[in-house]
């Protein structure tokens, strides 16, 4: 079986895949209070017995990629691959070594899955889009704050407005209000999902047509159908970044 892992700002993003299928997902916290025999145990804890041959990590955090690699070497005594930008060379005519492998990864998956053009909106701690042409070459995108990132910004550089999570939704009218909480919620959450769907059109008109969109991240299904009606995604793929790794790492080793 094969370890897929994904180091995230906010997440830690681990699919077990066997014979390129993915069989189960599960989240660890990004908590770099944590050392590598600590991250050990957990991982362990969550693949309990199945048979780990090989492993793939991608990483935009560096302070926990070592760590990570560590406990993975310690308990499956292999030794993973690194998915860099080194290695993907073939889906940019661009220069991409400054671009997060997360986006790279996104990239390439779509490609592949999708018929293109095609633009993957990536909802998580940032927001970012890749947009791959007709010929299937990731030509850049966009990053933005996220949902959550905003809220949080709110909080710590005002005087008086309240800390609040994205995940308080459930019961928030999104629509002109007094309340401040359904006021800040409405303002971030649907103003984001007004920010995507502008950059969309905007990506589009660059690339001359319309492409497919898919949507993938913690944030993707919440904030897909806000705008009265109108789904932002054509797709929501919420593994998107773990097959595209998986593939990086089957095409390297082909």
Partial sequence: MLLVIDIGNSNITCGIFQDGILQTRFCLESDKKLDKLSYEKLIKKYIG???????????VVDELTERIYCAIQNAYKIKPTMITSDLCKDISSKNIEHVGIDRIANAYAAARIYSSPVIVVDI????????VNENSKFIGGFILPGPKMQLKSLYINTSK?????????????????????NAILTGV??????????????????????????????????????????????????NLTLEGIRMLFEARNH
């Fill in 189 to 238: 959450v649907l103003g984001h999902a007004y920010a995507i769907d502008g950059l969309i059109k905007d990506c589009e008109n660059k690339l001359g047509e319309k492409a497919i969109v898919v949507g993938t991240g913690g944030g993707a299904a919440s904030i897909a159908k806000l705008l009265n009606g109108h789904t932002l995604f054509d797709a929501i793929n919420e």
């Fill in 49 to 59: 017995t199945c048979d780990i041959k090989d492993c793939a990590i991608a990483s």
């Fill in 124 to 131: 998580g701690t940032a927001t970012t889009f890749e947009v």
């Fill in 161 to 181: 407005l309240p800390d609040i999570s994205v995940n308080d939704t459930t019961d928030t009218k999104f629509d002109v209000n007094i309340d401040t909480k």
